[in-house]
């Protein structure tokens, strides 16, 4: 099943939602008039300050709900180390895994011999299970013999300040491959809704120097780079 990505929900007019904040934050305006004049203009205003301040807490109020579907075990459990967000990941004690439901990484996937080695080894590991669980054995230890690659489910929550922390770091070319592939249509989508929020997100490279031990040495010139980088 290929890698799907969607965004289930998010917070209405987030942008909006987070210029009010800061409008709050550094105005004498009433509750009742705080959305009052906020148009294009304010809210980029407002927003530019909070970025530039480094003023996020604002960013807290708007959310956005994605759900995943064709990643990797290996993929999520670095997704969840995240832990400013809520998940809900498809369970393996109620639910019977499928057939050939392992993703097959790219490097694994250009070599043909690698390839038919990992597919066999997949395909054997899940002959195991299915055969423990005709023997009694119950999903929730019979799934033990599945590979780290069996494909899985998740819907994650994460508020806008969140998703630049996530992306900054889940976006760099020093990440694994399939968290970025995640990540870059997290992205694209966070983009689609709510550019504003998401003019400063990616890789710390695009808006200065490299904060990684080992550094790829090539940095990207701009988010438009990031979300078009598929290495
Ligand atoms: C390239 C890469 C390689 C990695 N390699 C490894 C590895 O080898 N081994 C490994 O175990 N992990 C590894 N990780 C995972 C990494 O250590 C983090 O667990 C993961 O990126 C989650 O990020 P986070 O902790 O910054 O933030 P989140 O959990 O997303 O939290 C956001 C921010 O909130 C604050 N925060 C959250 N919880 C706390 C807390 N309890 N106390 C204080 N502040 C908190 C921190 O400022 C944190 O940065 C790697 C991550 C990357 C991107």
Redesign the pocket.
């Given at each position: 099943m290929p890698l799907v990505v969607k965004l289930a929900a998010h917070t209405t007019e987030p942008a909006r939602v987070v210029a009010a904040a800061a409008k709050l934050c550094y105005s004498a305006a009433s509750v009742n008039t705080l959305y009052e004049d906020l148009d294009e203009t304010k809210i980029r205003a407002f927003l530019k300050t909070l970025l530039d301040a480094g003023h996020l807490s604002p960013f807290e109020h708007a959310s956005f709900t994605y759900a995943i579907e064709g990643v990797s075990r290996v993929a999520t459990h670095?997704l969840v180390?995240?832990?400013?967000?809520s998940y809900s990941q498809r369970s393996q004690r109620y639910v019977t895994m499928g057939e050939s439901l392992c993703v097959v990484p790219p490097e694994v996937e250009k070599n043909p011999e690698a390839s038919r080695v990992f597919r066999e080894t997949a395909a054997r590991a899940y002959d195991a299970y299915e055969e423990m669980i005709s023997r009694g054995v119950p999903k929730e230890d019979a799934r033990f013999i599945l590979p780290h690659g069996w494909e899985t489910a998740i819907v994650v929550t994460m508020n806008a300040r969140?998703l630049l922390?996530?992306f900054g770091?889940?976006l760099?070319r020093?990440?694994?491959w399939e968290i970025r592939a995640v990540a870059r249509r997290m992205l694209a989508l966070a983009v689609e809704t709510a550019g504003e929020l998401f003019e400063k997100s990616g890789p710390p490279c695009v808006y200065g120097p490299c904060r990684e031990l080992h550094p790829c040495g090539r940095p990207f010139g701009s988010v438009a780079e990031v979300l078009g980088d598929d290495s």
């Open positions: 670095q180390r995240h832990r400013i967000a969140e922390h996530f770091l889940r760099c020093r990440a694994q």
